[in-house]
């Protein structure tokens, strides 16, 4: 798939598990340069809060949540990238770096406030890693590569990481048999998981996507098959809930207001994305009128 529509889903996906535990930008402008991070994060110290009207801890982020523990850069790539691609993702994070000084008044930030560099790739080569001369670190699982400590970058291998609840989110964002399996092992958690939950609205949110063509090279064959199901069980479960409000205020009432509800949650998110309003209303069942007054919204 082309790089910018997989930038736009990793970057949903990381804000989601993200913005409980600090300040996620999107898209992040680095001032004084034409430069944009895909994400920037900010820990605000909390460990715990929530995402998409879920309760979640920090350690619900396995891998994740460990690197969270100071400001950085987050850079995903679907594929292997280039040896010009790690440059400019360190350029960008020395740049960031030397923003972050410059707002501290500093002539220097301590080596352990400066920000890091997260290269989330969902595949690698080993003359990249090679290149970059990277080693291991014994707190990180394997698939985590550390560049020189000096420029605060590490490359994730994503394709690489074991099969472990710690690597789950990461997984999500890897491609073929690993993003395949890593739905499955979503669908596999328990319904009142919040991890299952978001996974499964985001997943659902990109297979409609797919299904009004703006993302048809998204994923390869293999993966089809498990972003349909894990749609299939969204909507069941929407349906579950809807049941659920529906003995509070009515059966049959109740159900369309449990899956309205989610069905304006992915609106949203499309429209964010700058998607047309007819085709934002075939992929969730809204009408116009509705995703026009969720557009007012934003």
Request: zero cysteines; glycine letters at 4%; aromatic letters at 6%.
């Given at each position: 798939?082309?790089?910018?529509?997989?930038?736009?889903?990793?970057?949903?996906?990381?804000?989601?598990?993200?913005s409980p535990f600090g300040t996620v930008r999107r898209q992040y402008e680095v001032p004084g340069e034409a430069k944009f991070i895909d994400v920037w994060?900010?820990?605000?110290?909390?460990?715990?809060?929530?995402?998409?009207?879920?309760?979640?801890?920090?350690d619900d982020l396995g891998l994740l949540g460990q690197m969270l523990q100071k400001p950085c850069v987050f850079e995903p790539y679907r594929n292997i990238p280039s040896r010009?691609?790690?440059?400019?993702?360190?350029?960008?994070?020395?740049?960031v770096q030397e923003d972050e000084r410059r707002k501290a008044n500093k002539d220097e930030l301590p080596e352990?406030?400066?920000?890091?560099?997260?290269?989330?790739?969902?595949?690698?080569?080993?003359?990249?890693?090679?290149?970059?001369?990277?080693?291991?670190?014994p707190d990180f699982p394997s698939g985590v590569y550390f560049v020189a400590d000096i420029f605060k970058t590490a490359i994730v291998a994503i394709d690489q990481l074991p099969v472990v609840p710690e690597t789950l989110l990461?997984?999500?964002?890897?491609?073929?048999?690993?993003?395949?399996?890593?739905?499955?092992?979503?669908?596999?958690?328990?319904?009142?998981?919040?991890?299952?939950?978001i996974i499964l609205q985001l997943v659902a949110s990109w297979k409609i996507r797919m299904d009004i063509g703006e993302l048809?090279?998204?994923?390869?064959?293999?993966?089809?098959m498990a972003f349909t199901e894990a749609f299939l069980a969204w909507e069941q479960e929407t349906e579950g809930k809807g049941r659920k409000e529906g003995r509070r205020e009515g059966r049959k009432e109740g159900r369309k207001e449990g899956q309205k509800g989610e069905r304006e949650s992915i609106a949203l998110n499309l429209l964010r994305q700058g998607f047309p309003l007819?085709?934002?209303?075939?992929?969730?069942?809204?009408?116009?009128?509705?995703?026009?007054v969720l557009q007012r919204s934003l």
């Open positions: 798939m082309t790089r910018t529509n997989f930038d736009q889903m990793s970057k949903q996906y990381l804000e989601e598990f993200l994060f900010v820990p605000d110290g909390v460990t715990g809060g929530m995402a998409n009207g879920r309760s979640l801890t920090i010009t691609d790690v440059r400019v993702s360190v350029m960008k994070l020395v740049w352990d406030d400066q920000p890091v560099l997260w290269i989330l790739a969902a595949t690698t080569s080993k003359p990249l890693l090679r290149a970059a001369n990277v080693v291991t670190h990461l997984r999500v964002l890897g491609r073929g048999a690993t993003q395949k399996r890593a739905i499955e092992e979503a669908l596999a958690l328990p319904i009142d998981r919040p991890q299952r939950k048809v090279d998204f994923v390869e064959q293999e993966e089809i007819e085709a934002i209303a075939q992929a969730t069942s809204l009408t116009i009128d509705q995703v026009q």
